[in-house]
């Protein structure tokens, strides 16, 4: 099966740099992308997605890359701000079409933005 | 729109007994999945269902199961607890699309205490 593989583990920045986060993944079947961002005590949200068509996707501060041929994709937040504090999940699904449909989770990255 | 709905909240339970947690996704979503997460392993698939069938499964033992019923909603049910089996259970909906995957939109999960 899928095997995902997030790093660091923990990252600490000062507010207004830039901050990295990297997955890799094993099968290369996987096609769909999606980051996680879990707040203390609340629910993971989705906070930007990819698919295999794409190398590169962009909201606001936050940027996804993704290198098919090197299995790997990253996290790219910019001018973190103290609301950007949260551990941040990364996760692969292989094509829907294959019946294996679920999502592998990296083991999380926690994010800390020093004011 | 609601989002998903998980209930109870919170489960305080003793081992060797079983509890039955439920799930209600947003409001035409077919595709429900189960994670367990944990601080040591983070978000651990169990299971995932769609029209009333399980189309999924992690790698759990038998005595976690669950099963969907015709209105999409969700249960999932762990017996003989274990210590081990504390952890916050996450349930989350998503769209189907015959094109590829839309991303996963979480409840605010369970939080089981086995003592």
């Known amino acids: 099966g899928e095997n995902v593989e997030q790093h660091p583990s923990t990252l600490s920045v000062q507010e207004g740099d830039s901050a990295v986060i990297k997955c890799t993944y094993s099968d290369s079947a996987s096609n769909y992308f999606p980051w996680y961002k879990q707040e203390l005590g609340k629910r993971p949200q989705l906070i930007i997605d990819?698919?295999?068509?794409?190398g590169e996707k962009k909201d606001q501060r936050i940027a996804v890359t993704l290198n098919k041929t090197a299995k790997h994709f990253s996290l790219h937040i910019t001018e973190t701000q103290p609301e950007d504090s949260a551990v941040y999940f990364c996760?692969?699904?292989?094509?829907?079409?294959?019946?294996?449909?679920?999502?592998?989770f990296g083991s999380g990255t926690r994010l800390q933005v020093q004011p | 729109k609601a989002g998903v709905t998980q209930t109870p909240r919170y489960l305080i339970k003793t081992r060797g007994q079983q509890v039955t947690l439920s799930c209600s996704p947003i409001?035409?979503?077919?595709?429900v999945s189960w994670y367990q997460q944990t601080p040591g392993q983070g978000l651990q698939f169990l299971f995932e269902y769609f029209s009333e069938t399980q189309r999924n499964k992690g790698n759990f033992p038998g005595r976690f199961s669950g099963r969907q019923f015709s209105n999409s909603r969700s249960e999932m049910n762990v017996s003989t607890l274990e210590l081990g089996d504390s952890a916050l259970y996450l349930c989350?909906?998503?769209?189907?699309?015959?094109?590829?995957?839309?991303?996963?939109?979480f409840g605010s999960g369970t939080r089981l205490t086995v003592v």
């Open positions: 409001s035409g979503h077919r595709s």
């Open positions: 990819i698919r295999s068509n794409v």
């Open positions: 996760a692969a699904s292989p094509p829907v079409d294959t019946g294996r449909r679920a999502l592998t």
């Open positions: 989350a909906s998503s769209l189907e699309s015959p094109g590829g995957h839309y991303g996963y939109t």
